[in-house]
């Protein structure tokens, strides 16, 4: 298509791009340690997160469902930040490899993957930033992709060695498994409706799942490393 606008958005390579706003702004993240807020139709620079930031394009980061915040690794904790301002809103006092905003925008859940606490789900109160809950799927399996059903009811977790849990948000249970993945699970999207799970692995397949029953439905294979 036709270029609209370019831009010298970033010093250093940008990783992580997010339409907000029905795509009237874009979210750009860099190895350069900052995250920018841009408007998509003129490319002029809105705001910009610099402070205390680490590597933010290299982990996992979501935007709450409302689009005013985000949530990154910053430095030794798991920061908030207000997307129009650039301003801190919250510090956990953990960080994390991957978080994810709950549907209602109430709590944020992250996991950690490396020693010394392989594999640990925090669930954190967005208004106070208290842990709720905290829990290990598999007790020192490292974790990555994290996703929560439309209705908050359950959480999807991609664990290491390839296995999907699903768990009951509130009582943490274990509901069901999708066995498939021979590799890291890296990412993880529920359907609009809930009915469906879609991952994606290190074994380079993208599987489309039954939330309901567990079964595989589709697999998507990318022959090349």
Do not use: C
């Not at 010298?8 to 009237?24: E, F, N, V, W």
């Not at 929560?148 to 249970?173: C, H, M, N, S």
């Amino acid at each position: 298509g036709e270029k609209r606008w370019e831009q010298q958005a970033h010093s250093r390579d940008i990783l992580g791009i997010i339409y907000l706003r029905g795509g009237a702004q874009i979210i750009t993240t860099s190895t350069d340690d900052t995250m920018r807020l841009w408007d998509a139709a003129t490319g002029e620079l809105i705001s910009s997160i610099t402070k205390n930031i680490v590597a933010i394009a290299q982990i996992n980061f979501d935007v709450s469902h409302d689009e005013r915040y985000v949530v990154t690794r910053s430095a030794d904790t798991t920061a908030i930040w207000e997307i129009a301002t650039g301003d801190l809103v919250r510090q956990f006092d953990k960080q994390m490899a991957n978080a994810i905003f709950m549907p209602d925008d109430t709590a944020v859940v992250t996991i950690y993957s490396g020693p010394p606490e392989n594999g640990i789900v925090r669930i954190w109160d967005v208004n106070t930033g208290e842990l709720i809950h905290q829990f290990a799927p598999v007790p020192g399996q490292r974790l990555w992709g994290l996703a929560a059903t439309p209705d908050g009811k359950q959480l999807a977790v991609g664990i290491f060695d390839g296995v999907i849990q699903l768990r009951e948000y509130g009582t943490w249970r274990e509901v069901r498994q999708f066995l498939g993945h021979t590799g890291r699970v890296n990412h993880l999207v529920f359907s609009p409706d809930g009915r469906f799970l879609l991952s994606a692995g290190a074994d380079r397949t993208a599987r489309l799942w039954d939330v309901a029953t567990g079964t595989e439905l589709r697999r998507y294979v990318h022959e090349q490393q």
